[in-house]
Structure formats: C-alpha cells, structure tokens
C-alpha cells in the first residue's frame, strides 16, 4: 500500500468520529479519499469535523463531510447512504461495547446490543449495496471474544460471531455486484475508553494485565486496526475474510 491509492475514491464510515472509525477516516484521508463520517453524537461529529479537516488539508484535493446519524435506525442511515452516493467503500466500526454477564442480561438488553453491533452494521451494508461502485467494499468490524470468551462479555462474542458469519455470507452474496466484504476483528485496543471509565490505578492494572497475557506484550491501537481496514479496501483480491488484529491473543495456551 501506498499514499495515493485511495486517490478519487470516496469512502463513507459510520461510526467514525473516535477510536478504530476516526484512525479509519483520517488514514483514508492521507492516502487521498474523499471521507464521510457519522455518528450518533453532535459533539464527536463537530470536533472530527474541524480535526479532519486540517488533515484533509494536507491531503490533495481531499475532502470531508462529517452527520450525525444512529447507526440503529435503518430508515435514516438509509437516506444517509442514498445522500452520498456512489461511494467506493463502506467501513462499519461504529457500536456501543457492553460488559453483559449472564447474570445481569435481560431482553431489552440483548436487543439493545444486537441493535448497535449487529443489525445497524447489517442494514447499513444492504442499503450500501446499490451505491457502491464495482470494485468497491464494505468493511464489517467484530472482535477477539469470537475467538477467545471473555468473562462478563457473553453478548459481545454472541455478536462477534454472528458478524464474521455475515461477513463471509455477504462476500458470496454481493460478488455479482462487484463488491467484496471483509471483517476486521480487533482484540484489546486502547482507545482512550478504557481510561475514562477507571481510576488511573484500575486503568494501569487492567493494562498491565491484558498486556501481560499476549505475545506482543502490549495493547493494540487504533491506527493498526485502521491500516487492516485500508488493507482490505485497497486488496481487489480479499474477500471474504476475517482479518484478526489481535496481538496473537489466539496463541495464549
């Protein structure tokens, strides 16, 4: 991969305005795409409106148009879709992660979860299907609880796998259209949410922890799962594929 190779393209994120979505946007800015972002905050969509837009203008000719839009509601994110078309490629990072052990889950709960991580991603990427020009893709975004349970997150990997089950589905569903689908699967990523939600110490723990149990010794960030993503947009030979960024957590004995 190059800079450069994302030149006269446009790619749209929804959820791209924090974390894995945002380093997403940015590097497809720096390699030369027109980017779209969205999510369900004004706030996170202003503030990545003005700083994407600085790194838009060291990019060539690139440029930036930051909505707020729920993700969960299928008739808007539709419309959405519809307003910025065509588009080359789709990347779908943007949903709530909740720490639900069986013990606490309740129905409204798990609908909730699927409704954010599963079923938005899913009808975003029906709806995309008549946008996007051939040779594009879309972009779906899993996680290592698939792979490797993770206590008190039984939702999470339930999700998890269902997505990497569509990701491979859709790549045979939408070949006719020219369009590949692929998935990345992040493991433990910093990406900023771990510290607000602990004290300092909790924080220093926890990573001490996670990072202590994996081969590269350290948590993921978000421009290594983002440089995955553009991996698999600009790849015209990938489909179907699970690409896990995880750190090795599957070597753990």
Request: aromatic share 6%.
């Given at each position: 991969m190059a800079a450069g190779e994302l030149d006269g393209r446009k790619v749209v994120v929804i959820g791209g305005t924090k974390g894995i979505g945002y380093a997403t946007a940015e590097m497809a800015l720096a390699w030369g795409a027109d980017v779209v972002?969205?999510?369900r905050s004004q706030e996170n969509v202003?503030?990545?409106?003005?700083?994407?837009?600085?790194?838009?203008?060291?990019?060539s000719k690139a440029t930036v148009t930051a909505e707020v839009l729920d993700g969960r509601d299928?008739?808007?994110?539709?419309?959405?879709?519809?307003?910025?078309?065509?588009f080359d490629h789709l990347a779908l990072p943007g949903s709530e992660v909740i720490r639900m052990s069986m013990e606490d889950l309740d129905e409204d709960g798990a609908r909730a979860y699927f409704d954010s991580k599963f079923w938005g991603p899913f009808w975003a990427a029906y709806e995309a299907r008549a946008h996007i020009r051939r040779g594009g893709s879309i972009t779906f975004y899993s996680g290592v609880?698939?792979?490797?349970?993770?206590?008190?997150?039984?939702?999470?990997?339930?999700?998890?796998?269902?997505i990497d089950?569509?990701?491979?589905?859709?790549?045979?569903?939408?070949?006719?259209?020219?369009?590949?689908?692929?998935?990345?699967?992040?493991?433990?990523?910093d990406t900023g949410i771990g510290q607000a939600i602990r004290t300092a110490e909790e924080w220093a723990e926890w990573e001490r922890y996670h990072s202590e149990r994996q081969p590269v010794r350290r948590l993921g960030r978000p421009e290594e799962c983002?440089?995955?993503?553009?991996?698999?947009?600009?790849?015209?030979?990938?489909?179907?594929?699970?690409?896990a960024v995880d750190g090795g957590v599957e070597a753990i004995p």
């Open positions: 972002v969205a999510s202003a503030k990545a409106n003005e700083s994407l837009g600085k790194s838009a203008g060291r990019a299928r008739t808007a994110t539709a419309a959405f879709l519809a307003r910025h078309a065509p609880a698939n792979r490797r349970p993770i206590a008190g997150y039984t939702m999470g990997g339930a999700v998890d796998g269902a089950a569509l990701t491979r589905s859709l790549a045979w569903e939408f070949r006719d259209a020219g369009i590949r689908v692929n998935c990345v699967s992040p493991g433990i990523i983002a440089r995955a993503g553009i991996y698999l947009m600009t790849n015209g030979f990938v489909t179907g594929e699970v690409l």
